[in-house]
């Protein structure tokens, strides 16, 4: 049974924008961090954005900072992306997952979705 479901992504045109949704079906407490990686073939997958669930804080790689927005619907269980901008290089595998703590590492995530595929033309 999913326990994280991404949807949303697709092919855009560079500059164009995308909303991922990520519905959660597992409990997500206060003290947990919902993040955003995203994974290119042959590259390693690397950290998007994350939020803390309880306070809403977000954070953002460098790489995106400024055309993406990470929020949450508490009441929905939902994490979103909303990318704007997009560009060639934004182009990957986008998975949601939980973690207990802030970080940029997938290895402090513990339960992922299955991704959802984000293709950028030129």
């Known amino acids: 049974q999913a326990q994280l479901v991404e949807s949303g992504g697709g092919l855009v045109q560079a500059g164009g924008s995308l909303r991922l949704s990520c519905a959660a079906s597992?409990?997500?407490?206060?003290?947990?961090?919902m993040g955003w990686f995203r994974q290119a073939p042959g590259k390693e997958r690397e950290f998007v954005a994350a939020i803390r669930w309880g306070s809403g804080a977000t954070y953002y790689a460098d790489s995106v900072k400024g055309r993406v927005t990470i929020s949450r619907d508490r009441t929905e269980n939902t994490v979103y992306l909303q990318m704007e901008s997009l560009k060639p290089e934004d182009a990957a595998l986008y998975s949601c997952a939980r973690g207990n703590s802030y970080s940029t590492s997938p290895t402090s995530y513990s339960y992922w979705g299955q991704g959802t595929q984000v293709t950028v033309s030129t």
């Open positions: 597992i409990r997500i407490f206060s003290s947990h961090v």
